[in-house]
């Protein structure tokens, strides 16, 4: 019979080759490396926990830190990060609080996602975008409200369905099942000697 712990070692080998050591490709501040935190058994449960909640809604995907990174994972083998990257850079966007420095960031994200020919060009229609272009003359928080909505729509109502039909993703919410099956009996502590 397979311990806990060895059956936690295989769940994070399995996640660690779906993430790939995914690199998230925005200004969010974090690395977007996956971190497994400690080796405890009450943690893998939670980890389990969220990669089954991950198919619940695509709110808890999006919440889930590890969430974001595996769907970062997937929509790059699909050459489609960018709608991803603008979402989390408009969430880190709307937390900037300096007038000077959320009117320079909001031109580098329209720039990068949202005008013509952008590098990381997003797919919104044409009205959507000349309502952003307008909206930068005054910037606020919630300029890019309306395309990053209709970017999370087209990512809830495609992406994120094949996402949770991706073989890695079934295969790994398996894992996560029969971990959280199993109950605690190894323990990481050494075995007491009556």
């Known amino acids: 019979m397979l311990c806990d712990a060895s059956r936690a070692k295989e769940f994070k080998t399995r996640l660690g080759i779906f993430l790939h050591k995914s690199e998230l490709g925005c200004d969010t501040g974090s690395s977007g ?16 926990e969220d990669v089954l909640g991950w198919r ?46 959320r009117a320079s960031r909001a031109h580098r994200i329209f720039e990068e996602f949202i005008c013509s020919e952008a590098p990381k060009e997003v797919n919104i229609d044409h009205e959507t975008r000349e309502l952003t272009r307008m909206n930068l003359q005054t ?35 398996a894992q996560a099942s029969a971990a959280s099956a199993t109950p605690s009996s190894c323990s990481l502590a050494e075995p007491s000697h009556t």
């Open 33 to 48: 490396k996956f971190e497994w935190g400690s080796k405890h058994g009450k943690e893998n449960r939670n980890f389990s």
């Open 56 to 101: 619940e809604s695509f709110d808890l995907l999006l919440s889930s830190k590890n969430g974001v990174a595996a769907f970062h994972a997937f929509l790059k083998t699909e050459f489609s990060e960018e709608n991803l990257e603008f979402w989390l850079a408009c969430e880190e966007f709307k937390k900037i609080q300096s007038a000077t420095k």
């Open 139 to 173: 910037v606020t928080a919630t300029c890019f409200d309306t395309a990053q909505g209709k970017t999370r729509t087209l990512m809830e109502k495609d992406s994120y369905p094949r996402f949770l039909k991706s073989p890695t993703y079934r295969d790994l919410a």
